[in-house]
Structures are given as structure tokens and as C-alpha cells.
């Protein structure tokens, strides 16, 4: 099985720099996502990371440390539009009767709130 | 139009009622998902579909079945409807990695919510 952590809820600025801390437990890890949720809105795909190290993608980066079992979601520059749910999604191998499948489980979110 | 379509986006019913809800995708991929959503717990996989012929049990399965349609429809069914499955359910496609994406990105519908009395 698979055990996924990540904070329930934090709160920052506008303007400044937040992380958010993913922590997992899981056999045959096979990568790592995170998606943003507004509320009542579908998630939507932010970042990936399979190989140890850090991912950047404009205001967004997400880094990886397979060995500790350990992600983070930095975001910088807040805007008010980042106050939004950030889901931590982890991939592993999963073995099946048709073979072997690869599944992402989810955390629970961590809804952050961006105060002006 | 949204690549992944739901319906209903809300329904609500009463216990023991059968309720359908319905993906359809136009993203071309094979496989398909659907997830359940609750305050507090995240999203939960209830079932998944790698192709027409192939379909698997995610972590909470009871009390629901699914059908694939086709490759591109497939269909959440709860037989017989309780309070507790009141959520938020998603309808998701990934494709195998051959798009550019990392394999295993998941493209979400926006979601039905229902409402069990």
C-alpha cells in the first residue's frame, strides 16, 4: 500500500514564497505529481518528477529525493489566484493478472491561502 | 468543449435509488479512471480501465461497477445509492506516454456531484 502525507492547510502573502512538503511510503515508486484544485474545479496537471532532484517551470518548482521519501512544491511570486488546493500524487507499479500497471494514488491536498 | 465530459455535474436522489454517471472522453487515450472526492481524504480511486476489454477494482470499489463502453465512454454505476457515497466524483483519461506528457498524467473531467438522501 501506499501512505501519503502533506500539510492540511497553510497560509501566505502576496508576493512571497511558499513550500509545501510531500512525505511517502511506497514499494515499486514509479513517480511523482502535483496538481492544483480551485475549489469546485477539476485538478489540473503541475509538475512531475521520476528522477531526484528539482523540476522548474516558471513560478513553480517541484523537487524529489527518492532515498527520503520526500517532495516539495515551491511556488514563488504568490499571486491571489495560487490560493487553491495542491494534491501530491504518487505513481507506483502495481502487478496485475493482465500484467504489470502503473497507478497514481493521491494525498490529501493542502489548501493554501494567499492573503493580499 | 472539454476533452473529458461528465454528466450529470449535479444530481441528487434518495437512498436505494440506481444512479449512472456517464465520461466520455475525446482525448484519444486508452485508459480511463474514476476517483471519488471528500473533504479531508482526498481523491480515491474507484475504479480503473486500461482499454475496452480491461477493467480493475481500485481501493474503494464496494458498492459500485462500471462498464467500458467504448474507448472513448465510460460509466460509474451505483446500484443501489446510501448516504455515505455522497461526494464529488471524477471521470479521468491517461494515455500511455507517448504524447509528450509523462506517462500517467491524468486529464480530469469536472467532476458530478451527488447527493445521496
Known amino acids: 500500500g501506499q501512505n501519503i502525507d502533506q500539510p492540511t492547510e497553510m497560509t501566505a502573502t502576496e508576493g512571497a514564497i511558499v513550500q509545501i512538503n510531500c512525505t511517502y511510503q511506497?514499494?515499486?515508486?514509479?513517480?511523482l505529481f502535483w496538481y492544483q484544485q480551485h475549489a469546485g474545479e477539476a485538478p489540473t496537471f503541475l509538475s512531475y518528477?521520476?528522477?531526484?532532484g528539482l523540476e522548474e517551470k516558471g513560478r513553480f518548482s517541484s523537487f524529489l529525493s527518492r532515498s527520503k521519501g520526500y517532495s516539495y512544491l515551491l511556488l514563488k511570486e504568490l499571486q491571489m489566484k495560487d490560493s487553491a488546493s495542491y494534491l501530491c500524487?504518487?505513481?507506483?507499479?502495481?502487478?496485475?493478472?493482465?500484467?504489470?500497471?502503473?497507478?497514481?494514488?493521491f494525498g490529501s491536498g493542502t489548501q493554501l491561502t494567499v492573503l493580499p | 468543449d472539454a476533452d473529458v465530459t461528465q454528466t450529470p455535474r449535479n444530481r441528487i436522489t434518495k437512498t436505494g435509488k440506481r444512479i449512472m454517471l456517464e465520461c466520455s472522453q475525446t482525448?484519444?487515450?486508452?485508459?480511463m479512471y474514476w476517483y471519488r472526492q471528500d473533504p479531508g481524504l482526498g481523491l480515491r480511486l474507484i475504479y480503473y480501465?486500461?482499454?475496452?476489454?480491461?477493467?480493475n477494482k481500485g481501493e474503494i470499489s464496494d458498492g459500485y461497477s462500471v462498464s467500458r463502453q467504448a474507448q472513448a465512454k465510460f460509466s460509474l454505476s451505483l446500484e443501489s445509492a446510501i448516504p455515505n457515497q455522497t461526494a464529488l466524483y471524477f471521470c479521468?483519461?491517461?494515455?500511455?506516454?507517448?504524447?509528450?506528457?509523462?506517462?500517467?498524467?491524468?486529464?480530469f473531467g469536472e467532476g458530478s456531484r451527488l447527493t445521496v438522501l
Open positions: 479521468a483519461t491517461s494515455d500511455r506516454g507517448n504524447s509528450g506528457g509523462p506517462a500517467g498524467e491524468l486529464f
Open positions: 511506497t514499494s515499486g515508486f514509479n513517480g
Open positions: 518528477n521520476v528522477l531526484d
Open positions: 500524487a504518487v505513481r507506483d507499479r502495481r502487478f496485475l493478472t493482465s500484467g504489470s500497471a502503473r497507478q497514481l494514488t
Open positions: 482525448k484519444g487515450h486508452d485508459r
Open positions: 480501465s486500461f482499454d475496452v476489454k480491461d477493467i
